[in-house]
T-cell receptor, first 114, second 111 residues
Framework: NAGVMQNPRHLVRRRGQEARLRCSPMKGHSHVYWYRQLPEEGLKFMVYLQKENIIDESGMPKERFSAEFPKEGPSILRIQQVVRGDSAAYFC????????????FGPGTRLTVL | DAKTTQPPSMDCAEGRAANLPCNHSTISGNEYVYWYRQIHSQGPQYIIHGLKNNETNEMASLIITEDRKSSTLILPHATLRDTAVYYCIVREETSGSRLTFGEGTQLTVNP
């Protein structure tokens, strides 16, 4: 009965490289949310996806960030040409369906940009 | 989503009940009160949620005032492992509604 899984748990990138963060939802869950927590700040919503659909990306930075949740496989948060300000903890959460279901969080990926 | 107000920090003695207050005076009728906690930068952990009635589960109890303008999370017998930031979140009863995290309350359980 695995929970939400995220990998890698820690990721180090140099400025200008790409970062790919993966999130596998709980079994039976088909909705994924991504949140970002900058150092010493609270969690901020980024994007909400269903399988093969982006439902709400109003929290995503306009450039360099993208997310997908394919029919098969994990959800991917992709950050192109990373900058130091992207250093943060990125958490995903999953729910069963589209209602106001409880969101269950993964352990997060800590991205460090050198 | 309605804004919530929580004290920035609280202390509690181990074994005693921890009562964490939350003010959500602008809550609307279709908004739930959720509580999460985050232990030392781990992923947020769901605790409990409610709409109008008081709720209890294996982790905690949630007391919501009759006018729904405030609530209290009760950890009946706090342990050192309950030291965490506790977030009170008001969330719409709509499809795909996000969680809006505030500053939360840093609860420190002392031996």
């Amino acid at each position: 009965n695995a929970g939400v899984m995220q990998n890698p748990r820690h990721l180090v990138r140099r400025r200008g490289q790409e970062a790919r963060l993966r999130c596998s939802p709980m079994k039976g869950h088909s909705h994924v949310y991504w949140y970002r927590q900058l150092p010493e700040e609270g969690l901020k919503f980024m994007v909400y996806l269903q399988k093969e659909n982006i439902i709400d990306e109003s929290g995503m930075p306009k450039e360099r960030f993208s997310a997908e949740f394919p029919k098969e496989g994990p959800s991917i948060l992709r950050i192109q040409q990373v900058v130091r300000g992207d250093s943060a903890a990125y958490f995903c959460a999953s729910t069963i369906g589209a209602g106001p279901d409880t969101q269950y969080f993964g352990p997060g990926t800590r991205l460090t940009v050198l | 989503d309605a804004k919530t107000t929580q004290p920035p920090s609280m202390d509690c003695a181990e074994g005693r009940a921890a009562n964490l207050p939350c003010n959500h005076s602008t809550i609307s009728g279709n908004e739930y009160v959720y509580w999460y906690r985050q232990i030392h930068s781990q992923g947020p952990q769901y605790i409990i949620h409610g709409l109008k009635n008081n709720e209890t589960n294996e982790m905690a109890s949630l007391i919501i005032t009759e006018d729904r303008k405030s609530s209290t999370l009760i950890l009946p017998h706090a342990t050192l492992r309950d030291t965490a930031v506790y977030y009170c979140i008001v969330r719409e009863e709509t499809s795909g509604s996000r969680l809006t995290f505030g500053e939360g309350t840093q609860l420190t359980v002392n031996p």
